[in-house]
């Protein structure tokens, strides 16, 4: 068996533990939750096995020392990895806080993840390292930003959980808030799911696709009508989930996850992955940038969003602690902290162009 | 802060005004912004490459009215621009008079010892707890040391009270609270040491033929001369690729320092290990191709009988296998060589990818026949009357070197290594502070726990659970 086939055992556990969580979450029956942290360790556990054979074919192919073969080299390596980090961290909170039911939440993060692998089409093979990721920073800068994005992406799950509890008036700036947050999240991953369907068939090579094509069957398509529906659509959508998006409280509240739990978590994983985004991410790069381009800060997009990240971030510390910030100002702070994430991990690579470019491919 | 609104004097407003996190707010706001616009328009680039991109958002006839407003501004090179560092400063001033401004009252908490206390105090402490313990006296006193000792709190006080029994307290982590402060001061460490480098240090580019040299390298903008203070020459440039692809592995340049007339240092450079020398770094940035009539192809021959010898010669001349009257003569060249599916030979790329050369053979002056030799494929090598590898083509490509000098990079490394001991402090350690009452009871201890923390309250609640736990024994 190849790491491809084991990465294929962890999307498929990842996928069914999704579902098994949140039939637990409905049914709260402790075999099912028992049984989906099984589904999930297994999950896990292969793709563990599968990153490190990945590591190992990587090494067989490129021989440029173990050090460097580390596969985190482009967008599906960094996606998986970054999947891998989401489910340690919530197997890390699951064992310590004895709760199976942040499971439904955090597992659809990680099936997004798996998901947007597949629909963007993206290419999944091993290619040999350019010269210039030939370092061994490599392997400390990436593992840790990838971390630190873990946390940052556990903190937006809790955050949201946060919101969806605390909030009842549909009229409220932080219902109206989470609820549109949630939903132009998932209007992006439907859009892409259209041009996947749509663009399969022409898209020559894999690594041009996300690219050329990222809402050309819907927002950004020739035909005026299509993209007059596409926002019609969303708008609709953005409207239902608006609507319906009480129901989750319903569901929170009914498993006993306590709304000071959910603000805890959100400070702790934002509290863990703040220093852990400053050395790995800022520093580290910006030592490696300084060996390999001669410069330790040029102010790349890839750069400049990362400190954006590490502003808001700040932000959030500041306020908590020296303003005593809490409940839904903060909340909505690490939210926010979350979509300045996703955009120096993937707005970066697919829609500005820089240094960082191999990221993309 | 704001105890005394009224009276203030203008120097109070001012300072005031820097240190307020309200400032700090707007300031991340203004970089952050700024800095989204910066990322958006390409810095630094041609004109008409952010007209192109800005037609998309306003439209094409609009597009280089907007281009000009934003060159105004200084968006298309904003982070040099004299308001981007007119923001990077305010935050400075910020962080430095926020920090002046409260630590006086931390160095307060960090310089004061824990003292005893009054139980009234103690009865306002956020963690409160009691148990028994069934020894008595001394034997009691020994314990409790012992059991905050094991959850780390060493330097212990003690304190008979005047209303008999006795008083134990303890603290930890006390600097800790001098974390943010040394965060905030690695930041300006990093700042001064960009500062530094923006004014004692240049960044410059040096293109270097191979067997060329210079003793100057060039600014990017203006062309300015830079003196090095010795000379560098490249001795050799190549890529190399994977095997069988065009992708490439390395791209290796050989230098070698001058000084006086003397080599004193050779070193093979690559794109993540630069040369240094007195303060400057040589850094492989990129490469590029010009042959001319003077370059040399390089081969190595070995004729049927075995002899082996390494020959150099120009375009259009002639080179003989060892021993023989055999002639070869380079009479066309390809840097990168390949076949279509017809067979038939054509240069697809401008690159050393594959170079290739067409060599005429002749013996005693007359033609035999014409063969290319292809670097990347040895059945090409081998001709009727030997071998012939094609070595290289030398004196044809250049390196292109990034030259910098940069006085302030250890402050910054040393900015960030104390940036990531302050976030240590600042975030995962707390200051805790512990009192505990014993008194004399007629089953043994009674013992009266109070204790509060800065921060991470739940984990030091579950410290002192494990303190209860070790009394109970």
Not at chain 1, 192 to 214: Q, T, V
Not at chain 1, 271 to 290: H, R
Not at chain 2, 378 to 404: C, H, M, N, S
């Amino acid at each position: 068996m190849d790491s491809s086939q084991f990465f294929g055992i962890s999307s498929i556990a990842y996928i069914i533990a999704m579902v098994t969580y949140i039939t637990y979450l409905v049914f709260k029956s402790s075999t099912v939750g028992v049984i989906a942290t099984t589904i999930t360790v297994i999950g896990f556990g292969s793709q563990t096995i599968a990153f490190f054979m990945r590591w190992k074919e990587f090494l067989d192919i490129g021989q440029m020392g173990i050090m460097r073969a580390v596969p985190l080299t482009n967008l599906y390596e960094s996606l998986i990895f970054f999947v891998w980090c989401i489910i340690l961290v919530y197997l890390i909170i699951e064992f310590k806080y004895k709760n199976r039911s942040f499971g439904a939440f955090v597992t659809p993060i990680a099936g997004m993840a798996l998901a947007f692998i597949d629909i963007s089409g993206m290419s999944k093979d091993i290619h040999p390292l350019i010269p210039a990721l030939q370092s061994n920073w490599l392997l400390a800068h990436v593992t840790l930003s990838f971390i630190a994005y873990a946390t940052f992406a556990i903190a937006f799950a809790t955050g949201i959980m946060y919101l969806a509890v605390t909030t009842d008036n549909k009229k409220s700036g932080a219902y109206i808030f989470w609820t549109v947050t949630s939903g132009i999240f998932m209007t992006i991953l439907i859009a892409m799911g259209i041009d996947f369907l749509a663009f399969k068939i022409i898209a020559k090579s894999p690594e041009a696709f996300i690219k050329s094509y990222m809402f050309k069957a819907t927002f950004r398509s020739s035909s005026g009508m299509v993209v007059l529906l596409s926002y019609i659509g969303s708008a609709a959508f953005l409207f239902f989930v608006w609507r319906y998006g009480y129901l989750l409280k319903k569901l929170i509240e009914s498993f006993s996850i306590s709304k000071e739990l959910l603000d805890d978590l959100t400070y702790k994983n934002i509290a863990i992955g703040f220093p852990v985004f400053t050395l790995g991410g800022l520093i580290f790069g910006a030592i490696w940038a300084d060996q390999a381009w001669g410069r330790y800060w040029s102010w790349d997009p890839k750069e400049t969003w990362s400190l954006i990240t590490w502003f808001v971030y700040a932000f959030y510390l500041h306020a908590r602690f020296l303003r005593g910030w809490r409940g839904h100002k903060i909340t909505i702070v690490a939210v926010i902290g979350f979509i300045a994430t996703l955009f120096t991990y993937l707005g970066v690579n697919l829609l500005l162009s820089g240094l960082h470019a191999y990221g993309g491919a | 802060m704001s105890a005394k609104k009224e009276n203030q004097g203008i120097v109070d407003k001012i300072w005031n005004f820097f240190s307020s996190i309200t400032l700090a707010v707007v300031i991340f706001a203004l970089i952050s912004v700024t800095s989204i616009v910066g990322t958006i328009i390409e810095q630094q680039a041609e004109p008409e490459r952010n007209i192109k991109l800005l037609s998309k958002f306003v439209g094409e006839s609009f597009a280089p009215n907007a281009y000009r407003i934003l060159d105004v501004l200084g968006f298309t090179s904003m982070y040099d621009s004299w308001w981007f560092l007119s923001l990077l400063f305010i935050f400075s001033a910020n962080i430095v008079i926020c920090s002046i401004d409260r630590l006086p009252k931390i160095m307060k908490v960090v310089k004061e010892p824990i003292k005893p206390l009054s139980s009234e105090i103690l009865n306002t402490m956020p963690i409160k707890k009691e148990t028994l313990l069934k020894k008595k006296g001394e034997e009691a006193e020994k314990e409790v040391v012992s059991a905050l000792k094991k959850i780390g709190f060493k330097p212990i006080i003690r304190q008979e009270n005047p209303a008999g029994g006795l008083q134990i307290c303890a603290e930890k982590g006390k600097y800790s609270r001098l974390g943010v402060y040394v965060t905030h001061f690695s930041i300006l460490l990093i700042l001064l040491g960009a500062v530094v480098g923006i004014f004692f240090g240049f960044n410059a580019y040096l293109p270097l033929l191979e067997g060329t040299s210079s003793a100057v390298a060039y600014q990017r903008e203006g062309k300015k001369e830079i003196p090095l203070g010795f000379e560098v020459r490249c001795d050799d440039f190549n890529t190399s690729f994977y095997e069988n692809t065009d992708t490439p592995k390395a791209f290796v340049s050989w230098l070698t320092v001058i000084e006086n007339g003397k080599e004193i240092l050779k070193k093979e450079i690559n794109v993540n290990t630069p040369l240094r020398h007195k303060g400057i770094t040589f850094y492989q940035s990129n490469y590029g191709f010009s042959p001319s009539k003077d370059s040399l192809f390089k081969f190595d021959v070995t004729s049927s009988f075995g002899q082996k010898q390494s020959v150099a010669v120009k375009f259009g001349e002639s080179f003989v296998f060892p021993a023989t009257n055999i002639a070869a003569k380079v009479i066309d060249f390809s840097p990168a060589l390949g076949q279509d599916q017809s067979g038939k030979l054509y240069t697809y790329a401008e690159m050393m990818n594959n170079p290739a050369v067409l060599l005429e053979f002749s013996e005693d002056g007359k033609p035999k026949y014409n063969q290319w030799i292809l670097t990347r494929y040895p059945q090409t090598w081998r001709v009727p009357d030997g071998i012939i590898e094609f070595k290289d083509l030398w004196g044809a490509q250049y390196t292109g070197l990034q030259v910098r000098k940069d006085p302030g990079v250890w402050l910054v490394y040393l900015g960030s290594l104390i940036m990531s001991i302050g976030l240590y402090a600042a975030l995962f350690m707390s200051h805790s502070r512990v009192w505990l009452n014993l008194s004399g009871d007629k089953a043994g201890t009674k013992i009266a726990i109070a204790a509060s923390v800065n921060k991470n309250k739940a984990a030091f609640e579950q410290k002192i659970e494990k303190l209860l736990g070790g009394l109970h024994g």
